[in-house]
């Protein structure tokens, strides 16, 4: 089924969302960087302490329809884990790439399902199911929308070669209710200014207006670190494995923890 698999970078990060029935064909207002290459990138998990705690799977596959999708595994030996999938549609004759489908299925520390989220962009709806596959919200997408929570190791690809100084997208959240929320990405100051640790650093958080730096203060830190060269491969990102679920990084194999700063 698959045209072409050859080495790249991925990422792949927290929490989502899945679909309604009956809803309008819609589209998504987000577009991403078509990636530079494919196929499959080792990686592994640590915990806060940067302790490696567990493998990560990460992969970028062009499929003979010509659609991309996307496929990241990481989490504890053992333990609580976590598993991403997208599905995107080249547009801009190949160059960008735009999101039909992105979905999450976390898994709790003995290793049962926790439940599913999606996004289905085409039909403008995401939802949320329960452990036991029962569906339990609905949200209606805004339209167009620009919910990425699959796809930010791509989205941020602007802000990593300076070309945009911040890049606005939402994330769909089950906890507490469906909703989506607004966030902002951009550099970190000291990738700005160049003083930073070897990997570019872009840090994102819900974007509250003025109030965004108090905000973050009390959220999970998250990052996405990058490789400062050409193509600006993705070398490692922090999040929480799900909602309220432990923290954990996921640098991909051969990447010195150190690299990506003090906390």
């Known amino acids: 089924m698959l045209a ?21 064909r819609a589209e998504s207002g ?3 960087d078509y990636p530079d290459s494919f ?6 998990t640590y915990d806060v302490k940067r302790e490696k705690v567990g493998k990560a799977h990460l992969v970028l596959e062009e499929l003979d329809d010509g659609n991309v999708r996307m496929f990241s595994e990481s989490g504890f030996t053992a333990g609580p884990r976590t598993v991403l999938t997208a599905m995107l549609e080249p547009i801009e004759a190949g ?18 399902p926790m439940g599913t989220l999606s996004i289905d962009h085409q039909k403008g709806v995401a939802s949320c199911k329960d452990a036991a596959g029962e569906l339990v919200a609905t949200l209606e997408l805004p339209s167009p929308d620009r919910v990425a929570n699959v796809t930010l190791n791509l989205l941020f690809l602007p802000v990593v070669r300076k070309d945009e100084e911040s890049v606005n997208f939402q994330l769909f959240l089950c906890g507490g209710g469906a909703k989506v929320v607004d966030f902002v990405g951009n550099l970190s100051p000291d990738s700005r200014n160049g003083k930073g640790p070897p990997a570019l650093e872009v840090r994102y ?8 730096m108090v905000a973050r203060s009390f959220v999970p830190k998250l990052s996405i670190w990058y490789e400062p060269k050409t193509p600006n491969a993705w070398l490692a990102h922090r999040v929480p494995l799900y909602g309220k679920g432990p923290e954990v990084f996921v640098i991909r194999e051969g990447v010195p923890p150190r690299w990506l700063g003090e906390d």
């Open 95 to 112: 160059r960008k790439l735009r999101p039909l489908l992105q979905e999450s299925r976390s898994f709790d520390p003995s290793g049962a």
């Open 39 to 44: 196929g499959v990138v080792p990686a592994a």
């Open 205 to 212: 958080g819900p974007d509250f207006g003025i109030a965004s």
């Open 4 to 24: 072409r698999c050859f080495s790249a970078p991925l990422l792949s990060l927290l929490v989502a969302v899945t679909l309604v029935a009956g809803a309008a």
């Open 30 to 32: 987000l577009v991403v």
